[in-house]
Protein backbone atom coordinates (compact mmCIF):
# COMPACT_ATOMS: atom_id res chain seq x y z
CA UNK A 1 0.00 0.00 0.00
CA UNK A 2 3.14 2.95 0.92
CA UNK A 3 4.39 1.78 -2.29
CA UNK A 4 1.10 2.40 -4.32
CA UNK A 5 0.06 5.51 -2.07
CA UNK A 6 3.81 7.02 -3.28
CA UNK A 7 3.68 6.09 -6.78
CA UNK A 8 0.29 8.21 -6.86
CA UNK A 9 1.49 10.69 -4.52
CA UNK A 10 4.34 11.59 -7.15
CA UNK A 11 1.78 11.59 -10.36
CA UNK A 12 -0.22 14.25 -8.50
CA UNK A 13 2.92 15.92 -8.16
CA UNK A 14 3.60 15.82 -11.56
CA UNK A 15 0.51 16.50 -12.56
CA UNK A 16 0.64 20.06 -10.51
CA UNK A 17 3.71 20.84 -12.18
CA UNK A 18 2.20 20.50 -15.55
CA UNK A 19 -0.27 22.77 -14.53
CA UNK A 20 1.90 25.47 -12.73
CA UNK A 21 4.37 25.47 -16.11
CA UNK A 22 1.12 25.88 -18.31
CA UNK A 23 0.29 28.96 -16.13
CA UNK A 24 3.56 30.33 -16.38
CA UNK A 25 3.85 30.43 -19.84
CA UNK A 26 0.59 32.21 -19.72
CA UNK A 27 2.04 34.85 -17.83
CA UNK A 28 5.28 35.55 -18.90
CA UNK A 29 5.53 34.12 -22.53
CA UNK A 30 8.91 32.99 -23.93
CA UNK A 31 10.54 33.75 -20.81
CA UNK A 32 12.98 30.42 -20.23
CA UNK A 33 11.14 28.51 -17.34
CA UNK A 34 11.69 25.09 -15.08
CA UNK A 35 8.64 25.30 -12.55
CA UNK A 36 8.66 22.29 -10.18
CA UNK A 37 6.81 23.91 -7.77
CA UNK A 38 4.74 26.96 -6.61
CA UNK A 39 7.81 28.60 -5.04
CA UNK A 40 9.74 28.17 -7.83
CA UNK A 41 7.28 29.89 -10.45
CA UNK A 42 7.10 32.84 -8.13
CA UNK A 43 10.50 32.85 -8.06
CA UNK A 44 11.04 32.41 -12.01
CA UNK A 45 7.82 34.93 -12.81
CA UNK A 46 9.70 37.75 -10.39
CA UNK A 47 13.49 37.14 -12.81
CA UNK A 48 11.71 37.69 -16.08
CA UNK A 49 9.38 40.64 -14.81
CA UNK A 50 12.92 42.10 -13.89
CA UNK A 51 14.54 40.98 -17.06
CA UNK A 52 11.88 42.22 -19.12
CA UNK A 53 11.83 46.15 -17.23
CA UNK A 54 15.51 46.24 -17.76
CA UNK A 55 14.75 45.02 -21.90
CA UNK A 56 12.38 47.79 -21.78
CA UNK A 57 14.51 50.54 -20.54
CA UNK A 58 17.58 49.62 -23.06
CA UNK A 59 14.90 49.51 -25.96
CA UNK A 60 12.99 52.81 -24.68
CA UNK A 61 15.07 54.95 -27.31
CA UNK A 62 15.15 52.75 -29.90
CA UNK A 63 11.56 51.96 -30.33
CA UNK A 64 10.75 56.00 -30.44
CA UNK A 65 12.01 57.25 -33.83
CA UNK A 66 11.65 61.07 -32.69
CA UNK A 67 14.30 60.33 -29.60
CA UNK A 68 16.05 58.59 -32.27
CA UNK A 69 16.71 61.75 -34.72
CA UNK A 70 17.04 63.88 -31.36
CA UNK A 71 19.89 61.80 -30.39
CA UNK A 72 21.40 61.63 -33.89
CA UNK A 73 20.78 65.56 -33.74
CA UNK A 74 22.88 64.92 -30.63
CA UNK A 75 25.71 63.61 -32.30
CA UNK A 76 25.57 65.63 -35.29
CA UNK A 77 26.22 69.04 -32.44
CA UNK A 78 28.89 66.80 -31.93
CA UNK A 79 30.98 66.39 -34.23
CA UNK A 80 30.12 69.88 -35.70
CA UNK A 81 30.95 71.29 -32.50
CA UNK A 82 33.89 69.12 -31.97
CA UNK A 83 35.39 70.61 -35.83
CA UNK A 84 34.44 74.14 -33.68
CA UNK A 85 36.60 73.77 -30.57
CA UNK A 86 39.69 71.67 -31.40
CA UNK A 87 42.96 73.08 -32.46
CA UNK A 88 41.98 76.73 -31.43
CA UNK A 89 44.94 79.39 -31.93
CA UNK A 90 46.65 80.41 -28.03
CA UNK A 91 44.55 83.07 -26.12
CA UNK A 92 41.49 82.46 -28.76
CA UNK A 93 38.94 81.91 -26.06
CA UNK A 94 39.34 85.57 -24.82
CA UNK A 95 39.16 86.85 -28.86
CA UNK A 96 37.74 89.96 -28.83
CA UNK A 97 34.91 89.96 -32.35
CA UNK A 98 33.45 93.55 -31.63
CA UNK A 99 32.21 95.39 -29.35
CA UNK A 100 29.42 93.83 -26.87
CA UNK A 101 30.09 90.23 -28.56
CA UNK A 102 30.88 87.57 -25.94
CA UNK A 103 34.03 85.73 -26.49
CA UNK A 104 34.88 82.41 -27.89
CA UNK A 105 34.87 81.22 -24.11
CA UNK A 106 31.78 82.41 -23.22
CA UNK A 107 29.70 81.27 -25.96
CA UNK A 108 31.11 77.53 -25.05
CA UNK A 109 30.46 78.54 -21.41
CA UNK A 110 26.42 79.26 -22.39
CA UNK A 111 26.55 75.77 -24.68
CA UNK A 112 27.23 73.90 -21.56
CA UNK A 113 24.23 75.82 -19.70
CA UNK A 114 22.50 74.51 -22.97
CA UNK A 115 22.88 71.14 -22.47
CA UNK A 116 22.22 70.87 -18.76
CA UNK A 117 19.11 72.78 -19.76
CA UNK A 118 18.21 70.24 -22.14
CA UNK A 119 18.86 67.63 -19.22
CA UNK A 120 16.47 69.03 -16.96
CA UNK A 121 13.75 69.70 -19.22
CA UNK A 122 14.23 66.04 -20.20
CA UNK A 123 13.96 65.22 -16.63
CA UNK A 124 11.14 67.60 -15.97
CA UNK A 125 12.77 69.03 -13.76
CA UNK A 126 13.48 72.25 -15.67
CA UNK A 127 16.33 74.09 -14.20
CA UNK A 128 18.73 76.92 -15.77
CA UNK A 129 22.20 78.37 -14.50
CA UNK A 130 24.45 80.79 -15.84
CA UNK A 131 28.16 79.75 -15.27
CA UNK A 132 31.10 81.61 -15.66
CA UNK A 133 33.67 80.30 -18.45
CA UNK A 134 36.09 78.28 -17.64
CA UNK A 135 39.33 77.83 -18.91
CA UNK A 136 39.20 76.38 -22.72
CA UNK A 137 39.92 72.88 -22.45
CA UNK A 138 38.28 72.70 -19.68
CA UNK A 139 34.83 73.85 -20.95
CA UNK A 140 35.34 71.92 -24.28
CA UNK A 141 35.17 68.94 -21.60
CA UNK A 142 32.42 70.51 -20.35
CA UNK A 143 30.78 70.11 -23.59
CA UNK A 144 31.49 66.88 -24.33
CA UNK A 145 30.46 65.63 -21.20
CA UNK A 146 27.11 67.23 -20.95
CA UNK A 147 26.64 65.53 -24.59
CA UNK A 148 27.26 62.28 -23.03
CA UNK A 149 25.02 62.97 -20.12
CA UNK A 150 21.69 64.14 -22.25
CA UNK A 151 22.52 61.33 -24.63
CA UNK A 152 22.32 58.26 -22.26
CA UNK A 153 19.60 59.90 -20.95
CA UNK A 154 17.90 59.94 -24.02
CA UNK A 155 18.94 56.29 -24.56
CA UNK A 156 16.31 54.70 -22.12
CA UNK A 157 14.81 56.86 -19.57
CA UNK A 158 11.90 58.13 -20.05
CA UNK A 159 11.53 61.99 -20.71
CA UNK A 160 9.24 64.10 -19.28
CA UNK A 161 9.45 66.50 -22.41
CA UNK A 162 8.79 65.97 -26.42
CA UNK A 163 11.92 65.82 -28.46
CA UNK A 164 10.87 68.31 -30.34
CA UNK A 165 10.90 71.13 -27.26
CA UNK A 166 13.64 69.81 -26.59
CA UNK A 167 15.27 70.76 -30.39
CA UNK A 168 13.22 73.57 -30.74
CA UNK A 169 14.74 75.00 -27.67
CA UNK A 170 18.41 74.21 -26.16
CA UNK A 171 19.82 72.11 -28.83
CA UNK A 172 18.75 74.81 -31.92
CA UNK A 173 19.95 77.37 -30.00
CA UNK A 174 23.39 75.15 -29.06
CA UNK A 175 23.90 74.74 -33.07
CA UNK A 176 23.16 78.43 -33.82
CA UNK A 177 26.25 79.00 -31.22
CA UNK A 178 28.73 76.97 -32.52
CA UNK A 179 28.32 78.92 -35.70
CA UNK A 180 29.55 81.80 -33.70
CA UNK A 181 32.38 80.42 -32.51
CA UNK A 182 33.16 79.33 -35.99
CA UNK A 183 32.44 82.94 -37.33
CA UNK A 184 34.97 84.45 -34.42
CA UNK A 185 37.88 81.13 -36.01
CA UNK A 186 37.62 82.46 -39.05
CA UNK A 187 37.93 86.05 -37.84
CA UNK A 188 40.85 85.38 -35.72
CA UNK A 189 42.76 83.98 -38.96
CA UNK A 190 42.47 80.77 -37.68
CA UNK A 191 39.30 79.09 -40.06
CA UNK A 192 37.72 75.56 -39.21
CA UNK A 193 37.36 73.60 -42.70
CA UNK A 194 34.24 73.38 -44.75
CA UNK A 195 33.37 69.75 -45.12
CA UNK A 196 30.51 67.60 -46.78
CA UNK A 197 28.63 66.67 -43.83
CA UNK A 198 26.01 64.65 -45.80
CA UNK A 199 28.65 62.56 -45.83
CA UNK A 200 30.18 62.47 -42.77
CA UNK A 201 30.21 59.39 -40.05
CA UNK A 202 28.30 60.46 -37.84
CA UNK A 203 26.66 57.88 -35.95
CA UNK A 204 23.88 57.73 -32.75
CA UNK A 205 25.81 57.38 -29.57
CA UNK A 206 28.96 58.86 -30.78
CA UNK A 207 28.97 62.09 -28.57
CA UNK A 208 32.16 62.24 -27.47
CA UNK A 209 35.40 64.00 -28.29
CA UNK A 210 36.89 61.32 -30.27
CA UNK A 211 34.82 61.76 -33.56
CA UNK A 212 35.80 60.22 -37.19
CA UNK A 213 37.89 61.83 -39.74
CA UNK A 214 36.21 64.21 -42.27
CA UNK A 215 35.68 61.94 -45.83
CA UNK A 216 35.50 65.16 -47.72
CA UNK A 217 36.81 68.71 -46.36
CA UNK A 218 37.41 71.53 -48.48
Known amino acids: RSAVRARLDEAAERRTARGWRGAAKKAVGSCPLSIISVRTFAFRVGQCSLMAMSELKKTAGASDPKRELLRHTLATLAYRGGKAVRDVPAG ?30 AMGQQKWQDSKPLPWEKEVDRFFAALKKLDAFLAGDPMESSAEKIFQGPIADAFTHIGQIAILRRMAEAPVKGENYYVAAIEVGRVGAEQAKPKREF
Request: charged fraction near 15%.
Open 92 to 121: FAEFQGGHGVRTPGQILAHIGDLLDWALSI
